[in-house]
C-alpha cells in the first residue's frame, strides 16, 4: 500500500465490506456486522483525513483503469481530490461512524441488510464528493438515492412507506433531470470530463444547448438539496426515516446536492457569463426562499424529527445564498458552513432518536417534561441549538463570518438579515423544544393537544451512553475548529473554483460585526421564550401575533401537502423558473 | 424535421411523463408514469449517439474502422436501464407494502397524517 | 391543492418552457451527423489497445469500467432494498403454500404448459449462458444475459407450481451469488492497485481479437457483473412471488 492508492478507497473499501456482508448475511452473530460496519467508516475516515493532508500542495489527479488522456481525447474515468472533496469524505466518514455506534444493535432484525445499505450508502457520498466525470457523478447520485430510498421506509408504517414512495418519485425525477442534462452537454463536448466540459463551455459560449445542460443539471441537484420550490420532499422522508438515517440525510446527502450544485458551476460552467450571472440570480432567490420558508416551517412544527428537517431546508438555503456569492470567500464560508451543519445537525438528529428511544415518542407537546431523566441529552440538544442560532464559537460560525463578509463585499450585505432570520427561527425552535421537553416549561397539554401522528418508537434497549457518546462527539468536533480554520478555507477553495492562487484573499477582520451572533442567539431565545409562556403573556399580544401569523402558515402547511402530485407539480414549475430566468438573462 | 423530430419526441415524451404523474390516481400508474419519464433520456442518448449510414459499434463482422455510432451513449442507456429497473423495483415493492396496510394506491385517499 | 391548482401550475410552466424547448431543438447539433470524438477515439482505439470486437462492452468493462461498479452496486443496493421493505412484516419461509384467495380459483398448469416450460428451461438457460460468454465479441453482456438467465428460472414457477420453485431457489444462494459477484468486481479493481497499477487496470493478457474470451480482465468483470444481476433478479422475482404465499397466522 502506497499514499498513491488513496483515492478509491474511500468507494471501494465500503463496497467491498457490503458486499461480503451481503453474501453472507445469514451467518454473522449479533454484533458483528456492527462492528465491522463502524470499523470501515472508522477507517473511511482516516483515508479522508489523510487525503486531506496529501491534497494540500494541489489536487491529486487519479485515472481509472490507467487511462489517462490521450492526444487531448480523455477515455477514462478520474477523481480528483481537492481538499474541500477530502474534507467532506471526511464529515462522510464521522457521520457514519456516529450513526452506526448510535445504531447499535437498533436493526438487530434485519440481519446485516441494514449495514450493506448503509455501506454502500457511505461508498456512494464518498464517490460524489470526489468524481471529475459528470456521468460518474451521475452513477454515484444514483446510487445514494436507492439506498437513501430504502432507508427511509424501514419502518414500513403506512406514513413512512408513503414518505418512501415520494421520495423516490422527486429524486428520480431529479436524476432523470441530472441525466438529460448530461446528455446535452455530451451532445456538444463529445466529453464527460470536468475539465474537458470546461474547455468546450469556454469556447461555446452562450450555446442554448450548454445553458439548457445546466439548467437540467441545476434542477436535479437543487432538488436533492431540497431548496424552494424543491423542498416538498424533504420534510416527510427526514420526519418517518430511522434516526441514525437521517443523521446521514440531512448531515450529508442533501448538503451533498448542493456541493454538487457549486462544484459543476464553478468547475465545469464557470467559464460562461450568462451562467454565471444566471446561477448568482437563481441561487439567490431560492436560498433567501429557502432560508425563510424553511426557518417559518421549522417553528410551527411539533414533530421533533419534522422540525429538525425543516431546519435544514432554512441552513442548506444559507449555504445556498453562499454559493450565489461566486467568490472565493463565498465558497471558503460555504464549505465550513456544509461541515459545520453536518456535525452539528447530525447531533440533533441523534438527540432526537434519543428522545424515540427512551422516552417513546417524537410529539414535543406529549413529551412535556419527561426528558427530565436524560438530562445530558438536553444538554446535547440546548447546545446545537444555540449553534443553529449562530452561536459565536465553532464551524458553523466561521462559515456565517465569510459567508457575511464576502455578501458584503458583492454589494450584497442584506443577506445577512435573511441568515440571521433562518438562524433565529430553527434555533428557537430547538431551544422551544429543548425548554418543553427537557424541563417541563410552556403549559400543560389539554386533551385536545393529544399528538395528530402516529405513535413511534425506536429500538429500546440501547444503552444510554452509547448513544450520548457520538452525539456529544459531533458536537465536540463541530466546536472544536481553531480560529484559523478560515485562511485555511481560502486556501483550500482555490483548486475547488480554478482560481489562481495569487487571487487569495485574506481572512476578513473578525471585528466587523461583533454583535451579530449576538443578536441571533438573543431573538432565537426570544421566540423559544415566546412560545414557552404564551400563558404567561397577555391575551390580546398572543391573539394578534396569532392573527397575523396564521394566514402565512396555514399557506405554507397547505403547500406541504404530502401528495406526490402537488410535488411534482412544484418540481416542473421550479424547472420552469431556473429556465426562464437563464433565457431571460441571455436575451438581455 | 427529420432532425428535429427525435428532440421533440424526447421533450413530448417527458412532457407527457410529468402530466402523467402530477394527474395520476393510482401508484402504479404513476409509476408506469416515470418510466415514460425515463424513456425520454434513453431517447435523447441514442439520439446524440447515432450517425447516419453507420453500422453498430460491433467490429465482429466488418472490420475495424467501419463507421460506427457512438458506443459511449450505449453503455449509458445500459446504465440508464439498470437505474430504470432498479428504481421499479423499488418502488413497486413500496407500493404492494403500502397497498397491504391501507388497501388503497389512490395518492389523493392516502393523505398522510400531520 | 386541488387537481385544478396542479394543472394550472403545469400550464404556466409549459407557457415558460415550450418557447425554451423550441429553441433547444433549433439549436442541438445536426442529428446523426455531428462529431463524437468520444466515441471514435474507443471505436479507433479499443481493437488494438484490447483486442475485442464489442466497443460498449469495451466501454463497460474497461475504458468506463468504474461506472459499472457503481451500476452493478445500485442493483445490488435497490435489490436489497427491495427484500428489506417485501420482507420485513413477514419474515420468509420457504416451505409455505401459495396463498388461496377465495373466488379465485388456482387451476393446476396443464401438462403442455408443465412440458414446454421444461423444455424451455435448459434452453433458455443455455440461450443466457451463450449472451453473457458472447459479452466482448458480440452483442452480448453480463447485464443481459444475467437477466435471460434469472427469467429462465422463473419457468419453474411457471410449469411446476410455486412450491418446486420455492424449494429449488433458496435465497441464502441468491445472496451469496449476489453479493460474491459484487465482492468479485471490487476485487478486480484492488488486486490491479495492490500490484501496483491503476485501480481496475486490465493487467491480464487480452487475448485474440475476434475470440470468445478476448480481453481477460473484462471476461471476468463480465461474469461477475452476470452473476450478480442474475442473482438480483431472481431475489426480487422470489420476493415478489413470496407476496403471493399464505400468511401464517395473525397478519
Wanted: charge should be neutral; hydrophobic fraction near 55%.
Amino acid at each position: 500500500m502506497t499514499a498513491a492508492m488513496l483515492p478509491p478507497l474511500p468507494v471501494a473499501l465500503p463496497m467491498l465490506i457490503a458486499a461480503v456482508l451481503l453474501t453472507l448475511a445469514h451467518v454473522w452473530p449479533r454484533r458483528v456486522p456492527d462492528t465491522i460496519a463502524a470499523l470501515t467508516a472508522l477507517a473511511v475516515t482516516s483515508i479522508g483525513l489523510l487525503l486531506l493532508l496529501r491534497a494540500a500542495g494541489g489536487p491529486i489527479t487519479y485515472w481509472f483503469g490507467q487511462w489517462e488522456p490521450r492526444d487531448g481525447v480523455v477515455l477514462g474515468i478520474s477523481f480528483q481530490v481537492d481538499q474541500v472533496g477530502a474534507a467532506m469524505v471526511t464529515l462522510i466518514g464521522i457521520l457514519f461512524t456516529g450513526s452506526f455506534v448510535f445504531a447499535w444493535g437498533f436493526f438487530d432484525e434485519v440481519h446485516a441488510v441494514f449495514h450493506v445499505l448503509m455501506l454502500m450508502f457511505m461508498a456512494a457520498l464518498s464517490g460524489f464528493c470526489l468524481t471529475h466525470d459528470l456521468f460518474n457523478m451521475f452513477v454515484w447520485f444514483e446510487v445514494m438515492s436507492v439506498a437513501a430510498f430504502a432507508l427511509t421506509a424501514y419502518r414500513l408504517e403506512a406514513s413512512a412507506l408513503e414518505a418512501g414512495l415520494n421520495f423516490t418519485v422527486t429524486n428520480s425525477l431529479a436524476s432523470f433531470f441530472m441525466l438529460a442534462g448530461i446528455a446535452l452537454i455530451y451532445s456538444i463536448g463529445g466529453t464527460l470530463d470536468f475539465s474537458a466540459l470546461a474547455g468546450v463551455v469556454g469556447r461555446s459560449g452562450g450555446n442554448p444547448v450548454i445553458l439548457a445542460s445546466f439548467c437540467l443539471l441545476l434542477a436535479g441537484l437543487l432538488i436533492k438539496a431540497a431548496m424552494v420550490p424543491f423542498q416538498l420532499w424533504l420534510a416527510d422522508a427526514h420526519a418517518l426515516a430511522p434516526s441514525p438515517v437521517c443523521v446521514i440525510f440531512s448531515g450529508a446527502m442533501v448538503t451533498l446536492g448542493l456541493y454538487g450544485a457549486s462544484k459543476l458551476a464553478w468547475q465545469v460552467f464557470g467559464s460562461d457569463p450568462v451562467i454565471r450571472a444566471g446561477a448568482q440570480h437563481v441561487m439567490l432567490a431560492m436560498g433567501v426562499a429557502s432560508t425563510i420558508v424553511g426557518g417559518v416551517m421549522c417553528v410551527t412544527q411539533r414533530h421533533v424529527k419534522r422540525l429538525l428537517a425543516f431546519s435544514t431546508i432554512s441552513h442548506t438555503g444559507i449555504m445556498l445564498i453562499g454559493c450565489s456569492i461566486f467568490t472565493a470567500q463565498g465558497q471558503a464560508g460555504t464549505v465550513l458552513y456544509m461541515l459545520g451543519h453536518g456535525l452539528v445537525k447530525g447531533a440533533l438528529f441523534m438527540t432526537a432518536g434519543i428522545l424515540l428511544a427512551t422516552c417513546g415518542g417524537i410529539d414535543e407537546i406529549g413529551l412535556r417534561g419527561l426528558g427530565r431523566q436524560i438530562r445530558p441529552a438536553g444538554i446535547a440538544m440546548a447546545g446545537g441549538g444555540l449553534l443553529l442560532a449562530g452561536a459565536p464559537v465553532g464551524l458553523m460560525q466561521h462559515g456565517t463570518t465569510l459567508i457575511e463578509t464576502a455578501a458584503a463585499a458583492a454589494g450584497r450585505g442584506w443577506v445577512a438579515g435573511v441568515m440571521i432570520l433562518g438562524g433565529a427561527l430553527t434555533g428557537g425552535a430547538v431551544l422551544r423544544v429543548t425548554g418543553r421537553i427537557f424541563l417541563g416549561l410552556g403549559a400543560l397539554p389539554g386533551e385536545e393537544d393529544r399528538s395528530p401522528t402516529e405513535a413511534e418508537q425506536e429500538a429500546s434497549d440501547r444503552p444510554l451512553w452509547l448513544m450520548l457518546t457520538p452525539c456529544a462527539s459531533l458536537l465536540a468536533l463541530s466546536l472544536a475548529a481553531p480560529s484559523s480554520v478560515e485562511t485555511f478555507a481560502l486556501r483550500a477553495i482555490t483548486p475547488f473554483i480554478g482560481a489562481p492562487a495569487a487571487s487569495l484573499q485574506s481572512p476578513p477582520a473578525a471585528s466587523s460585526h461583533d454583535y451579530l451572533p449576538w443578536l441571533t442567539v438573543m431573538l432565537a431565545l426570544l421566540i423559544a421564550a415566546y412560545d414557552l409562556s404564551r400563558q404567561h403573556l397577555p391575551g390580546m399580544l398572543i391573539a394578534a401575533a396569532d392573527a397575523s401569523f396564521r394566514p402565512l402558515h396555514a399557506l405554507l402547511e397547505a403547500w406541504h401537502s404530502g401528495l406526490v402530485g402537488d410535488y411534482v407539480a412544484w418540481i416542473v414549475f421550479g424547472l420552469a423558473l431556473v429556465a426562464g430566468c437563464i433565457t431571460w438573462l441571455a436575451i438581455v | 424535421m427529420i432532425d428535429l423530430l427525435p428532440w421533440l419526441v424526447t421533450a413530448w415524451l417527458m412532457a407527457v411523463g410529468l402530466y402523467g404523474i402530477v394527474t395520476s390516481r393510482n401508484y402504479v400508474h404513476l409509476i408506469g408514469c416515470l418510466t415514460v419519464v425515463q424513456s425520454a433520456t434513453y431517447v435523447l442518448l441514442l439520439a446524440i449517439g447515432y450517425r447516419w449510414n453507420a453500422g453498430p459499434p460491433i467490429f465482429y463482422d466488418h472490420p475495424p474502422g467501419t463507421p460506427a455510432v457512438d458506443p459511449v451513449v450505449q453503455a449509458l442507456v445500459l446504465t440508464d436501464i439498470v437505474v430504470g429497473a432498479t428504481v421499479s423495483a423499488l418502488l413497486l415493492a413500496l407500493a404492494l407494502q403500502l397497498h397491504k396496510k391501507k388497501g388503497s394506491l389512490d395518492p389523493e385517499a392516502l393523505r398522510p397524517m400531520r | 391543492m386541488s387537481v385544478r391548482f396542479r394543472l394550472l401550475l403545469l400550464i404556466a410552466s409549459t407557457i415558460i418552457l415550450l418557447p425554451a424547448v423550441v429553441v433547444l431543438a433549433l439549436g442541438m447539433p445536426a442529428f446523426g451527423a455531428h462529431p463524437l470524438p468520444y466515441g471514435d477515439a474507443i471505436n479507433r482505439d479499443a481493437p488494438g489497445q484490447r483486442h475485442i470486437s464489442n466497443m460498449v462492452s469495451a466501454v463497460n468493462f474497461d475504458y468506463r469500467g468504474f461506472d459499472t461498479m457503481g451500476e452493478e452496486f445500485m442493483l445490488v443496493t435497490a435489490v436489497t432494498g427491495a427484500v428489506m421493505l417485501l420482507r420485513g412484516t413477514r419474515g420468509e419461509s420457504p416451505g409455505a403454500e401459495p396463498e388461496e384467495v377465495p373466488g379465485r380459483s388456482v387451476q393446476p398448469a396443464g401438462e403442455a404448459i408443465v412440458l414446454i416450460c421444461r423444455l424451455m428451461l435448459p434452453v433458455s438457460l443455455l440461450f443466457g449462458i451463450y449472451v453473457v460468454l458472447h459479452a466482448t465479441a458480440t452483442p452480448g453482456g453480463g447485464f443481459q444475459g444475467g437477466v435471460i438467465i434469472a427469467s429462465a428460472v422463473l419457468l419453474l414457477y411457471l410449469g411446476d407450481g410455486y412450491r418446486v420453485w420455492r424449494s429449488i431457489v433458496r435465497s441464502r444462494l441468491l445472496h451469496l451469488c449476489e453479493g460474491g459477484a459484487a465482492a468479485a468486481f471490487v476485487l478486480t479493481g484492488l488486486v490491479p492497485m495492490l500490484l501496483g497499477h491503476a485501480f481496475l487496470e486490465n493487467i491480464l493478457p487480452t487475448g485474440q481479437f475476434r475470440d470468445m474470451l478476448a480481453g481477460w480482465l473484462m471476461q471476468i468483470e463480465n461474469l461477475a457483473v452476470a452473476f450478480a444481476v442474475a442473482g438480483g433478479f431472481a431475489m426480487l422475482f422470489l420476493e415478489f412471488l413470496e407476496e403471493t404465499r399464505a400468511p401464517k397466522g395473525e397478519e
